[in-house]
Structures are given as C-alpha cells and as structure tokens.
C-alpha cells in the first residue's frame, strides 16, 4: 500500500533549528513536495524535490533519499510566524500525490 | 507561483440545500484538477480528481451524486455540494495543476457551514 509518515507534532524554539522528517512508500515515484498549513488556510508550497540531494530556498531546505524512501524539511532560524502544520507529500506513478498527516510545529520564545 | 482563485471563501447554508464551490486558475491552464476535504485538526483527504472535459474520479467513499464535480472548461472547476447536511461542514479546499508541471496550486479554501 501507499502510506506517508511524519511526526504527529514538534516544539521548537525561536532561533533555532528544526527538521522534520517524512518516510514514504508509493506506487512508483514521482517528487516529494513539503507544503505548509497555517491554522484555518489552504496549504502553501514549500518544496520540490525529485532528485538525491539537498534543496536550499532561504530559511528553509529539504532533502530527499530516494533509495531510502526518506525526506526531511529543515527550517532554520525559527521564528514565531512559522508555528503551522507542515504537510509531506509524495507523488505516484499516476502524478497522484499521497499525503502525510501533517506535522504540528509549535514555537516558543 | 501561479494562482489558483476560490470561491466563496465561507459559506453558511441550511440544511437540505446545495452549495456551488467554484475554483479558477487565473494564469495558467490547469488540465486537472483535485477537490478535498479537511476536517479540524486532520489532513487533507483527496475526494476526487477531475480532467478538464471528462467524468471526475472519485476517492472510494466519496459518493459523487452528492458531490458533483464539474471541469468544463482548463481554468474552471466547480463542486456543488447537494442536499447539504451538517455533516458536510468541512473545509473544503480544490488545487489545480497544468499538463506541463509537476506541482499543484491550491486555492484558499472554502468553510462550508450547514446549520
């Protein structure tokens, strides 16, 4: 079967530094995809990673192992404004994306 | 990134009536288009996907003579909720995707409130 798995919440202080991780299992593959979620919004796109390796857009980077079945975001200098779910995502063979339960990241001072 | 437009935002209806949630992609032509469903507090559950012109796909348990999905056109997509009960109160959130790209563009989501 299909199945996403990441952590059900995570604390965190301001300035610091997080990573959150995704393990995945799909029928084919075709990109992992990091959306973050503010409480009561729609989801905003993060990142896209198909290939191995690192992917670096400012504070925030994410890491994909395709042989291992294993992503990870990595928010850096946290700041309060980035407390929200934090949504993994991976698409099948049929461009279908499989979602995770979302990470609940809380920030405190 | 390109934007994808919902519409209404909120919406408060009666029970027994129908809610018609439309979706536009403003800048890009969105050759299918996925409609789901949040409850508080849980992640997003696919309830169908629709290709621009034909029937949409439904997620198993989603019944579609209740939610009916229409993709007439590459940058419209509506879901009309019937005989809305409060069960369906949800947020309600569709994202669309052109042929050419791989990632997919929410919209902001409509809270449906029936009462």
């Known amino acids: 079967g299909q199945n996403i798995d990441q952590p059900t919440e995570m604390t965190a202080t301001e300035g610091a530094i997080v990573q959150i991780n995704c393990t995945y299992q799909?029928?084919?593959?075709?990109?992992l995809f990091w959306y973050q979620q503010h409480a009561g919004e729609a989801p905003t796109f993060l990142s896209y990673?198909?290939l191995d390796g690192l992917e670096e857009k400012g504070r925030f980077s994410s890491f994909l192992s395709r042989s291992k079945g294993y992503s990870y975001l990595l928010l850096k200098e946290l700041q309060m404004k980035d407390s929200a779910s934090y949504l993994c995502?991976?698409?099948?063979?049929?461009?279908?994306?499989?979602w995770g339960a979302g990470t609940k990241l809380i920030i405190k001072p | 990134g390109a934007v994808v437009s919902q519409h209404p935002s909120w919406v408060i209806c009666k029970s027994g009536t129908s809610v018609k949630i439309e979706c536009r992609s403003l800048?890009?032509?969105?050759?299918?288009m996925f409609w789901y469903r949040q409850f508080p507090k849980q992640s997003l559950m696919l309830m169908a996907t629709?290709?621009?012109?034909?029937?949409?796909?439904?997620e198993q348990g989603v019944e579609k003579d209740k939610f009916l999905i229409n993709h007439a056109s590459l940058t419209l997509s509506t879901l009309t909720v019937t005989s809305a009960h409060p069960e369906d109160s949800s947020f309600y959130i569709c994202?669309?995707?052109?042929?050419?790209?791989?990632?997919?563009?929410f919209g902001q989501g409509t809270r449906l409130t029936v009462v």
């Open positions: 800048d890009f032509q969105a050759t299918t």
């Open positions: 995502a991976a698409m099948d063979s049929n461009y279908q994306l499989i």
């Open positions: 629709s290709n621009e012109g034909s029937k949409a796909t439904y």
């Open positions: 994202s669309a995707r052109a042929l050419s790209g791989a990632e997919a563009f």
């Open positions: 799909t029928s084919g593959f075709n990109g």
């Open positions: 990673n198909v």
